[in-house]
T-cell receptor, first 115, second 113 residues
């Protein structure tokens, strides 16, 4: 069974641009969560999508948004990029929503660098 | 809000049991404790979770104290491939709103030959 796939693996953007990251969950998984990982703040939860609807949300500004498609694939968009958005963005999938105690399966992330 | 406290780093000899402690004194009665690990340059990997009873799977054992204020993850026979950052995690927030797993700084476990 294929794991969680994130594309691209590396991305370089400049301030003010926008970016879209993609995540393909494990087949049959309907919940997709996004995280930001930085050396200073560690792993921080962005949001969770389940059945094409945002189910849970962390404390990030509105510049960070996402969506989920009917095949459970998810995209995350960041607009008006700032230097502080440089991070590893991780996607995780699970069979059911976060609060159902299902283990999350992570991809290896997209490394985003802002110049 | 529940949060966790873990040692910053630990060493363990290859072949010995690695015991990783975690303090979660503010955990609520119905909240699970989760353990994940992250090997360098990879995404986190689920290890185990528990509520109040001890749990064991093919990767590790989880011992939770009776008062649920702390737990210990045990890797019974550590190998060099177990070198990673280990995260003890508890949830926070309201379901279907801002429910999330809170990741602390974790423990960097180094297995030495």
């Amino acid at each position: 069974k294929a794991g969680v796939t994130q594309t691209p693996r590396y991305l370089i953007k400049t301030r003010g641009q926008q970016v879209t990251l993609s995540c393909s969950p494990i087949s049959g998984h309907r919940s997709v969560s996004w995280y930001q990982q930085t050396p200073g703040q560690g792993l921080q939860f962005l949001f969770e999508y389940f059945s094409e609807t945002q189910r849970n949300k962390g404390n990030f500004p509105g510049r960070f948004s996402g969506r989920q498609f009917s095949n459970s694939r998810s995209e995350m968009n960041v607009s008006t990029l700032e230097l502080g958005d440089s991070a590893l963005y991780l996607c995780a999938s699970s069979l059911a929503p976060l609060e159902t105690i299902q283990p999350q399966h992570f991809g290896d992330g997209t490394r985003l660098s802002i110049l | 809000d529940a949060k966790t406290t873990q040692p910053t780093s630990m060493d363990c000899a290859e072949g010995r049991a690695a015991n990783l402690p975690c303090n979660h004194s503010t955990i609520s009665g119905n909240e699970y404790v989760y353990w994940y690990r992250q090997i360098h340059s990879q995404g986190p990997q689920y290890i185990i979770h528990g509520l109040k009873n001890n749990e064991t799977n093919e990767m590790a054992s989880l011992i939770i104290t009776e008062d649920r204020k702390s737990s210990t993850l045990i890797l019974p026979h550590a190998t060099l491939r177990d070198t990673a950052v280990y995260y003890c995690i508890v949830p926070r927030g309201r379901r279907d709103s801002n429910y999330q797993l809170i990741w602390g700084a974790g423990t960097k476990l180094i297995i030495k030959p």
